[in-house]
């Protein structure tokens, strides 16, 4: 199959080399230095001691690549405007798009099923309806990535989790659907996990509720997830956090599974740490300002999230990293 990657950083470019090595034809759309090197160069993977180099097409100019069989897109939630304006030429008369992206998505509120509590307004996170505009529904696919990665130079990938590679993917309706089935196929063959996923948004929340908490955490103290976890003073502050979480989580998605303290912590900085240390864009609206709309719907009391959502802000705000028109 034809296969872009929209947005091949740590783990997009993780996904390309594992989907070329399986025998398609994968095209990422990336920039800069990682560009030039994947160019001269191909991408490499790094497992452990293991090493894998593939050869892939890339450019910054998704017109060069053509019309796709799927798109992924790995971009951050940030990065909605480059993606609104280069996603067309990519795509043939049927082809979809999987968002695999941290937090709260665009499309929410598209196909939701009828169970499913009403959202928010999450029109920010889509400023200007940019995406809606040229996405249609039957487009969609959710996607929500569990793996931990890093770019170490410029072409080369590390893996920090090869225990857990994980892409699930789902209808933004909740149906069962051929292309689905064919596309967690092909994730496998890959040796990406890719388990049946029945309600994509409980997905998404699982991993929303570690991430709207723990990874806020990480990014105030500038210390992995396992570190923030096993810190004695964070002992009290974690658990009242995550009860906040869950009460958000399940308010809107109720079978969402609770998250516990005691969970798996990898000795990792999360993608928003990672970001605020590299002085790149920061996903405050997906992975905080939409957690907090929501709350605010349900009418729950969320004061240790509040209060992070602030410390959060305003460290991104500071450093240049954040801007948005509600704060001025």
Same mark, same amino acid.
């Given at each position: 199959?034809?296969?872009?990657?929209?947005?091949?950083?740590?783990?997009?470019?993780?996904?390309?080399?594992?989907?070329?090595?399986?025998?398609?034809?994968?095209?990422?759309v990336m920039r800069g230095p990682h560009l030039d090197a994947v160019k001269a160069r191909g991408l490499t993977l790094r497992v452990g001691d293991a090493s894998f180099n593939a050869k892939v097409k890339a450019s910054?100019?998704?017109?060069?690549?053509?019309?796709?069989?799927?798109?992924?897109?790995?971009? $951050?939630?940030?990065?909605?405007?480059?993606?609104?304006?280069?996603?067309?030429?990519?795509?043939?008369?049927?082809? @979809?798009?999987?968002?695999?992206?941290?937090?709260?998505?665009?499309?929410?509120?598209?196909?939701?099923?009828?169970?499913?509590?009403?959202?928010?307004?999450?029109?920010?996170?889509?400023?200007?309806? !940019?995406?809606?505009?040229?996405?249609? $529904?039957?487009? /969609?696919?959710?996607?929500? /990535?569990?793996?931990?990665?890093?770019?170490?130079?410029?072409?080369?990938?590390?893996?920090?989790?090869?225990?857990?590679?994980?892409?699930?993917?789902?209808?933004?309706?909740?149906?069962?659907?051929?292309?689905?089935?064919?596309?967690?196929?092909?994730?496998?063959?890959?040796? /990406?996990?890719?388990?049946?996923?029945?309600?994509?948004?409980?997905?998404?929340?699982? $991993?929303?509720?570690?991430?709207?908490?723990?990874?806020?955490?990480?990014?105030?103290?500038?210390?992995?997830?396992?570190?923030?976890?096993?810190?004695?003073?964070?002992?009290?502050? /974690?658990?009242?956090?995550?009860?906040?979480?869950?009460?958000?989580?399940?308010?809107?998605? @109720?079978?969402?599974?609770?998250?516990?303290?005691?969970? @798996?912590?990898?000795?990792?900085?999360?993608?928003?740490?990672?970001?605020?240390?590299?002085?790149?864009?920061?996903?405050?609206?997906?992975?905080?300002?939409?957690?907090?709309?929501?709350? !605010?719907?349900?009418?729950?009391?969320?004061?240790?999230?509040?209060?992070?959502?602030?410390?959060?802000?305003?460290?991104?705000?500071? $450093?240049?990293?954040?801007?948005?028109?509600?704060?001025?």
């Open positions: 199959m034809r296969i872009c990657i929209f947005g091949a950083g740590a783990v997009g470019s993780h996904f390309a080399v594992r989907l070329a090595l399986s025998g398609h034809d994968v095209s990422c910054e100019d998704p017109a060069t690549l053509g019309a796709q069989d799927f798109v992924i897109s790995t971009l $951050k939630a940030t990065g909605v405007g480059s993606l609104a304006t280069g996603l067309r030429p990519l795509l043939g008369d049927d082809t @979809p798009v999987v968002f695999a992206q941290n937090g709260i998505p665009w499309w929410y509120d598209i196909g939701l099923p009828a169970d499913h509590p009403r959202p928010p307004d999450l029109a920010f996170l889509d400023p200007g309806g !940019r995406l809606r505009a040229i996405v249609p $529904k039957q487009r /969609i696919i959710g996607g929500v /990535i569990f793996s931990a990665n890093e770019v170490v130079e410029p072409g080369v990938v590390a893996n920090l989790s090869p225990e857990r590679n994980m892409l699930l993917i789902g209808e933004c309706d909740d149906r069962q659907s051929e292309r689905i089935a064919r596309l967690r196929a092909t994730l496998e063959e890959a040796s /990406i996990a890719s388990p049946p996923a029945a309600r994509i948004r409980e997905a998404i929340w699982s $991993k929303l509720l570690t991430n709207m908490s723990m990874s806020i955490l990480c990014l105030l103290t500038g210390q992995t997830a396992r570190a923030v976890r096993d810190e004695p003073a964070l002992r009290d502050v /974690i658990p009242r956090l995550l009860d906040e979480a869950n009460a958000v989580g399940q308010s809107c998605c @109720p079978t969402v599974k609770r998250v516990i303290r005691g969970g @798996p912590a990898p000795e990792h900085k999360p993608s928003i740490l990672q970001d605020y240390e590299l002085g790149r864009a920061m996903e405050i609206d997906a992975l905080v300002r939409a957690p907090a709309a929501f709350a !605010r719907a349900a009418g729950l009391p969320t004061p240790m999230l509040d209060m992070l959502a602030g410390l959060a802000i305003q460290k991104a705000r500071d $450093k240049g990293l954040y801007q948005a028109d509600w704060l001025a």
